[in-house]
């Protein structure tokens, strides 16, 4: 095709124009990456959310200069796993031994750190990094070299290469100071329970405690912020706040529950992610590694079962963006061996989340899914249902399970064996209470939810669905279990 002189007057400055566009695109530089992952914290425990007493004015901000994410779901409620599925942008149940809590992380997968310090960024961690457990070559740092917080890292980074820092907290995990809740203020009377604890003074008290933490945690975020406003660097910075599993409560903590599995997560990025929305789409912590790694420019490894979530970040719209982000997944092995003896294993189970189900699939039912309340006959010697922290809620519970009808199904809810399948219907059953899957009336819905869930399984290479699942309970142990508390200290 021949262009007429007036033609080329007008097409030859649109390309000049776009080779322009296109070059300051080339020189921008690359965002650096905070990640700040508290220990034990759920949603929707978070001012941004509506919560009435625990105050985190730090997450607030970043969700109102950000996107604030409502189905946000780590791959497993249990620290080692879930951690390892961020770190490898992978399901847990690829990561072998990575799969168990305290056990040791193959030197087959790598991480998104690795990746981004051999594509020219500075990385480094500090406080509660992969684990517990240990890598399986010595000296390996998961989530980059360790510094003693953000300040540190910040003074001795390269200062000509973009950053990617992990921030980790131990907050809100326990041992809780008892009463500081209370003491700092907090009114126990307001506080939103969960529907799966008893309404008690004690159970008030103890979330106080963890509630006070959760605060500490979002000053510690707070602070990196500051010192980032104060280095010029932070409207270039991703900043991701999250945490890894729920709060360390009976049923929470250690179970596919929403109480267990659904985190709090904002996300700030002024020059990309467009303020004050909420984002309904399902997000799952297998996402964050090839989403860092597409910010970085680099090329996202075909073993990455996670997808990128940037397309949510540009977006400008509020609710459902991605039709195809309407589910996730969620599963569970070895928390601690808190079965009786011989047994070792974990408590193997997966689930299904929609908007309006969560299917539950129980591998081994005839375990105790919280661990054995026989602490006598315990395969790890002491251990008092073992897949639950300690703590003033869990005794509280156990000692009161017959004061009443209401205490009794709390109980059972949070200790009893369960069944195979487990189905709750969301919205008449938000808090997931109702088990209905025996009910004639959702026989379809069980049918395809089991079906969709076996589907996503066998795509993924689940050993649970594929064979050899039963190694999972064969993997070392590193760590130690909850024990009963009247056992006198072993010296």
Request: glycine share 8%.
């Amino acid at each position: 095709m021949t262009l007429h002189c007036s033609s080329r007057h007008l097409v030859l400055p649109l390309i000049i124009a776009l080779i322009a566009a296109a070059s300051v695109r080339a020189a921008e530089p690359r965002p650096n990456i905070l990640f700040a992952i508290a220990d034990d914290w759920s949603w929707p425990h978070a001012g941004a959310y509506g919560d009435p007493v625990v105050k985190t004015p730090t997450f607030d901000r970043i969700a109102r200069e950000g996107a604030l994410f409502s189905n946000a779901y780590v791959s497993s409620p249990s620290c080692t796993p879930s951690r390892g599925a961020v770190l490898t942008g992978q399901w847990h149940w690829r990561l072998k031994a990575g799969a168990d809590l305290w056990s040791v992380f193959p030197d087959e997968f790598r991480t998104y750190p690795e990746i981004l310090e051999k594509n020219g960024y500075s990385v480094g961690f500090c406080g509660k990094g992969w684990g517990p457990g240990r890598p399986a070559t010595k000296g390996r740092n998961l989530a980059g070299k360790r510094y003693k917080d953000f300040q540190q890292f910040l003074t001795h980074r390269d200062q000509d290469k973009p950053f990617c820092f992990w921030l980790g907290s131990f907050d809100p995990h326990r041992p809780y100071k008892k009463g500081a809740g209370v003491a700092s203020g907090m009114d126990a009377d307001k506080i939103a329970l969960m529907k799966c604890f008893p309404d008690s003074a004690v159970v008030r008290s103890d979330v106080a405690d963890y509630y006070f933490e959760v605060e500490r945690f979002d000053r510690a975020v707070g602070k990196a912020m500051q010192l980032l406003h104060k280095g010029g660097q932070l409207d270039n910075t991703l900043v991701i706040m999250t945490s890894d599993n729920g709060m360390p409560f009976p049923r929470c903590k250690s179970n596919l529950y929403d109480s267990g599995t659904r985190m709090p997560l904002a996300i700030r990025w002024p020059s990309t992610v467009h303020a004050g929305r909420v984002v309904d789409d399902f997000v799952s912590f297998t996402d964050f590694a090839p989403t860092f790694l597409e910010v970085a420019g680099v090329q996202v490894p075909e073993d990455m079962t996670g997808r990128s979530i940037v397309n949510l970040l540009r977006s400008d719209r509020s609710g459902q963006i991605d039709d195809s982000r309407k589910f996730t997944l969620v599963g569970k092995e070895r928390h601690c061996p808190a079965q009786e003896k011989p047994d070792m294993g974990g408590y193997p189970c997966r689930a299904i989340r929609t908007h309006d189900f969560l299917y539950i699939r129980n591998f081994r039912p005839e375990r105790w899914p919280a661990g054995t309340p026989k602490y006598e006959d315990a395969t790890f010697p002491g251990s008092w249902y073992g897949d639950c922290d300690n703590g003033p809620t869990k005794t509280y519970m156990v000692d009161n399970a017959d004061k009443d009808r209401q205490h009794r199904k709390l109980y059972d809810l949070a200790f009893g064996k369960r069944p195979a399948e487990e189905l709750y219907d969301l919205k008449k059953d938000p808090d997931q209470l109702r088990n209905v899957a025996a009910n004639l009336d959702y026989a379809g819905v069980r049918r395809k939810l089991s079906d969709q869930l076996t589907e996503q399984l066998r795509i993924s290479k689940d050993p649970r669905v594929v064979g050899g699942g039963d190694q999972f309970d064969r993997y070392p142990y590193l760590g130690g279990a909850p024990k009963y508390p009247g056992l006198k200290k072993q010296h």
